[in-house]
Each structure stands twice: as C-alpha cells, then as structure tokens.
C-alpha cells in the first residue's frame, strides 16, 4: 500500500498512473469510478491536457435513475471529465441492458487495461455489496443501507438516493489488466485493511483483488 502525505499527493500519484497509461497505449480502455475520492484525480488529469481521442472509457456503475438528473454518475462524469477533455462521446460508456452486449462491448475491445477503483465503507467496489459473488457479472443490484447512507450526502434528502444501480460484477472487474484502489480519509484504513490483509470472502468485496496479480492500493488520510 502507498501512503500519500495529502489528498493532493494521492490524486497526483494515481493520476500519474493513468497519464502513464494513456502516454504508453494511446488505444488504451480505462474502467472508471465515481464517488468523492477520485474527484482530486480527474482535476488533476484534465489539468495535464491529455489526448483522449483514442481512449476508450468504462465506468464501473450507474446509478438506476434519470441519466440527466445532477447526481446521476452520466453527469457527473461529464461535469468531472468528459466535458473538459477531447474524450469522443462515443468512447464512454455506462453499464447498461441487456448486460451481455455491455459485456461484450469490454470483451470485444479487448479487455479494461486500467481500472481505478474507490472502496465503499462496507467494502463494496462498484456496486458489488457484501454478498456478491465473486463470479458475478454487469447486473442490477440493490444498493445496502450502508451504502444509501453514505450517499446520502450528495442529495437533499436520503429518501432521494437512487435504491438500484447497474454495476460491473467482480469478475468482470478482475478480468481488468491493471487495478489501483484509492481510497483517502482514516474512515477507510480499518476496511482497507480488512480487505487487503483480512479474509478473501464474498462479505468484504474487496477482499477479492487480493487474488490479482497487478494491484496497487493508494491511501492518505
Ligand atoms: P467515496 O465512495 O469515494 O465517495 O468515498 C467510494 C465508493 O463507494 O466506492
């Protein structure tokens, strides 16, 4: 695990990665998070003015709700780095029905090169909640309590959270060549830790990318 001195350090670190990848392998496929940690990395990225043309993006999960609404992840990713690199609409894509042909679309594209991962308080990556299958696939999935309050900070009310997401599964997820794992706040370090040196079982999510054999974990507090 690399510990950043700041959040600055840690969004300039994983943005570093990511630079690297898109420099080396300008054809590269990028699995992508939302959430409040990876915000520091898309400024960070978009303030190096990279080439995007050829980069092609998929985000790990989408909330179930109106695409346009403020805090849907379309919006949110267009506000955070779509609308501010030269990215083809084209290129980016959401988890969506039927499941198999969004599956495909990543096989058929030879696989996600780099995916960046955040982790939820209860272990979660994407959407994957504790219980999920490790073989499990791009699906509809129920959002936990845990998540729904964690969440809840972005909308007007916790009775506005969206109770439903489309997710990639965790096998689809560790089929990524590459992962890095960011997560920033003392709030994470015991999961983090329960994930990353603890048990690998289905009720910690995370715990599976302790079966991948290129993973790197970047914290700050
Ligand atoms: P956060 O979410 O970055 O907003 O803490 C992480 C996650 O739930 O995966």
Known sequence: MIVSKS???LSSTVADIVETQIKEHPLSKLGLP???T??????ELVSRKLNWKSIITFNLDAY??????SESYQSYMKKNLFDRTNIFPDHSHFPFRPFSVFEDKIEKSMGIDLCILGIG?????????PGSSFKSRTRVVNLSEQTIEDNARFFDSIEDVPKQAITMGLGTIMESKKIVLIANGKHKL???NIA?????????PASILQNHDN???LYCE
């Open 38 to 43: 990876p915000l520091g990395m898309y400024d």
């Open 64 to 69: 179930l709700m109106n695409i346009n609404h």
């Open 121 to 129: 308080s209860n272990g979660h990556i994407a959407f994957n909640e």
């Open 190 to 192: 015991n999961i983090l």
């Open 34 to 36: 939302t959430g409040s």
């Open 215 to 217: 993973v790197e974990v």
């Open 196 to 204: 990353m040196s603890g048990e690998v079982t289905e009720d910690v």
């Open 7 to 9: 959040y600055k350090e």
